[in-house]
């Protein structure tokens, strides 16, 4: 069955730095594109980044770009989100997903935290 495991959240510091984790198993990892989503308790999950299956395409939302990056190692079954710059808005669950044959999977989130 699907399963993705993310991992890597933590508390940072504003301007600070952290490189989030997610190891999926249960599917052809290279076929499916994988995204980031966060989300804060009362609101609703929003899409990060996301990256196509062989690596070629990414996208960000505005609020991360030229701050976060995305990107895949098809070898190990691993998407990464690296992020720069960190922002107490940019504290959230974070969470990694697949659609898969039409259904979405979700991880079971990691929490960032960015405060002083």
């Known amino acids: 069955q699907v399963q993705l495991v993310e991992s890597g959240g933590g508390l940072v510091q504003p301007g600070g730095s952290l490189r989030l984790f997610c190891v999926a198993s249960?599917?052809?990892?290279?076929?499916?594109?994988m995204s980031w989503y966060r989300q804060v308790p009362g609101k609703e999950r929003e899409l990060v980044a996301s990256?196509?299956?062989?690596?070629?395409?990414?996208n960000y939302a505005d609020s991360v770009k030229g701050r976060f990056t995305i990107s895949r190692d098809n070898a190990k079954n691993t998407v990464y989100l690296q992020m720069n710059n960190l922002k107490p808005e940019d504290t959230s669950i974070y969470y990694c997903?697949?659609?898969?044959?039409?259904?979405?999977?979700w991880g079971q989130g990691t929490q960032v935290t960015v405060s002083s």
């Open positions: 997903n697949v659609r898969h044959r039409g259904t979405r999977y």
């Open positions: 249960g599917f052809t990892f290279s076929s499916y594109s």
């Open positions: 990256i196509t299956g062989a690596g070629g395409v990414t």
